[in-house]
């Protein structure tokens, strides 16, 4: 297939018999509440639950190790240690901080070119994995309480993970 050209970190189309390991750090901060499409107060929030939150911050280190066993298949897996925190208020106007933080779903993933162009100009990759529930779905608070659903750092489920991916490129540029 020769030269891979311009792909992101973890896509390796074109290079047969390569392992890449990567590291991935993603940083998602949250604040606002909303009701559908449309934002709602906290005041609004806390007259129909005992608390409201404020703010969600999440940090991902995602792990991953990738191999190529020929020049159209590529293999993946993927771990993420989580770090999260959200604020809260309660209906007494008293604020406080939830943390949880461990290890994430492992995710083992394949991508298979299913079109290149000669010149790599544009590529379609066929997308395919399964999500293991490695992480935990039973977080606890300082209280001993379980945590809501989104500070939990796993899903408790196996995921089916299919997909398409577009490559295109005009040197410099890829997209």
Excluded at 30 to 35: A, R
Excluded at 96 to 108: A, P
Aim: net charge negative.
């Amino acid at each position: 297939m020769g030269d891979p050209g311009l792909v992101p970190f973890d896509v390796m189309s074109g290079m047969a018999g390569q392992w890449m390991l990567g590291y991935q750090f993603m940083l998602e901060s949250l604040d606002d509440n909303l009701t559908g499409t449309d934002e709602i107060s906290e005041a609004e929030i806390l007259r129909s639950y005992p608390t409201a939150p404020t703010d969600m911050t999440m940090q991902m280190h995602m792990g991953m190790a990738m191999y190529a066993p020929t020049d159209k298949l590529t293999l993946m897996a993927m771990l993420p240690y989580v770090k999260m925190s959200m604020g809260e208020i309660h209906r007494d106007t008293t604020k406080s901080t939830e943390r949880s933080e461990g290890i994430g779903d492992l995710e083992l993933r394949g991508s298979y070119s299913l079109y290149a162009e000669k010149d790599l100009r544009h590529r379609i990759l066929g997308n395919f994995g399964v999500g293991f529930p490695t992480g935990s779905i039973n977080q606890r608070d300082t209280e001993g309480m379980r945590m809501e659903y989104p500070m939990q750092t796993g899903s408790g489920t196996y995921s089916l993970l299919p997909g398409f991916t577009y490559l295109g490129q005009e040197l410099p540029w890829g997209w």
